[in-house]
């Protein structure tokens, strides 16, 4: 069975049949899904469809993209958050300066913060890294993320990046990006990881892999994403599917 360790299924892309895709999941393969919080309101929508599927668990966070909306008061009520049942982890947090916006102290800050509320909660995170490396990395050393356990979601970086994110005990997520003709960079951080670093994991409704790139994404289209991997790897895609499983139950203390 497979796990997938990020989605978005509060995205508006699934409004016109969340119940009913959710509801196929067991029959398609999925065990488990993890929504992940990217704003205030997509925290809010997590914490109600953990609720309500057995099988999906939550991350309460604020994209770096949106950190402007932090401040003292929402602070604190994410801080309540972590006490949900079935809230699993802090993300997605982190660093993205493809966009210009907010500023990168807005961002710096706000990631900081929310390493805090990782630490007090005691949960892992998931961290979201775009153009960004050099700051991500010093930033988690300089506030010792090391003695927290987490996932570099969707990682874009190099083998040596890959390397330093192994040493401090990070999963790295590979999703639909592994099958794309022009992922050279990536193809090499797959070849280098030990499958017992890595999550599988859609980003869904965004980065549907080939063939079907360019459309809605569901965790329906993972098997795309590990058979990938598994040729790359030059092992049974059966033991893709069961090691990254495994990975996820252990880093989400899913038992």
């Not at 196929?24 to 929508?45: D, F, K, P, Q, R």
């Not at 993209?65 to 929402?74: F, I, P, R």
């Not at 003695?147 to 083998?159: A, M, P, Q, T, W």
Request: proline letters at 3%.
């Amino acid at each position: 069975m497979i796990f997938e360790s990020h989605a978005h299924y509060d995205d508006e892309a699934f409004n016109d049949d969340r119940d009913e895709l959710l509801n196929s999941m067991t029959e398609h393969g999925i065990e488990y899904v993890v929504n992940v919080g990217a704003s205030l309101a997509s925290t809010a929508t997590t914490v109600q469809l953990v609720k309500k599927y057995s099988f999906m668990y939550g991350a309460i966070g604020v994209h770096p993209n949106e950190t402007k909306e932090l401040n003292e008061n929402n602070y604190e009520w994410l801080k309540q958050q972590c006490k949900q049942d079935k809230i699993v982890a802090i993300g997605e947090i982190g660093l993205d300066y493809y966009w210009d916006e907010p500023d990168k102290e807005i961002q710096i800050k706000w990631f900081k913060r929310q390493l805090e509320l990782a630490k007090e909660a005691r949960l892992p995170i998931i961290i979201h890294s775009r153009d960004a490396a050099k700051d991500t990395l010093s930033i988690m050393k300089e506030e010792k993320a090391q003695e927290l356990n987490g996932v570099i979601h969707c990682f874009s970086y190099s083998k040596d990046m890959a390397r330093e994110y192994l040493n401090m005990g990070y999963y790295l997520g590979i999703g639909g990006v592994v099958t794309f003709s022009n992922a050279k960079k990536l193809k090499e951080v797959v070849e280098y990881v030990p499958v017992e670093n890595m999550l599988l994991e859609t980003d869904s409704p965004y980065l549907s892999p080939v063939p079907n790139r360019g459309k809605r994404n569901s965790s329906l289209n993972i098997p795309y994403i590990a058979k990938a991997i598994a040729a790359i790897k030059n092992i049974d895609y059966d033991e893709i599917i069961n090691i990254t499983n495994n990975n996820a139950r252990k880093l989400f203390n899913i038992r």
